[in-house]
Nanobody, 127 residues
């Protein structure tokens, strides 16, 4: 089973930046779809950004232009660069990887699609 470990969360003021990292226990080159999702209490889990095996990305409209997903296959690490943070970005952020063949969907966080998940890292943005 693939193990994913997130880091880089924290507290920041609005307008600030954070960079989340997700270290994978196996080659990210072989993980053909990885993504970042977030959840706030009382809300459903939301897709933030995904990246496929060819480096193609898809980013949620709510963070487009502010967040950038990337992957370093040499380090087996997925990143999420978050700039111009807003209070509404406050959430627990999760890294996920698809373990089966198929598309790389932003809006499908079911475990049948993304079979591996990290434990999450908290991001808090104050106004």
């Amino acid at each position: 089973q693939v193990r994913l470990v997130e880091s880089g969360g924290g507290s920041v003021q609005a307008g600030g930046s954070l960079r989340l990292s997700c270290a994978a226990s196996e080659s990210t080159y072989n993980l053909r779809c990885m993504g970042w999702f977030r959840r706030t209490p009382g809300k459903e889990r939301e897709g933030v950004a995904v990246i496929d095996g060819d480096g193609g990305t898809n980013t949620a409209d709510s963070v487009k232009g502010r967040f950038t997903i990337s992957k370093d296959n040499a380090k087996n690490t997925l990143f999420l660069q978050m700039d111009s943070l807003k209070p509404e970005d406050t959430a627990m952020y999760y890294c996920a990887a698809r373990l089966t063949r198929g598309a790389c969907p932003l809006n499908d966080s079911r475990r049948s699609t993304f079979g591996a998940w990290g434990q999450g890292t908290q991001v808090t943005v104050s106004s």
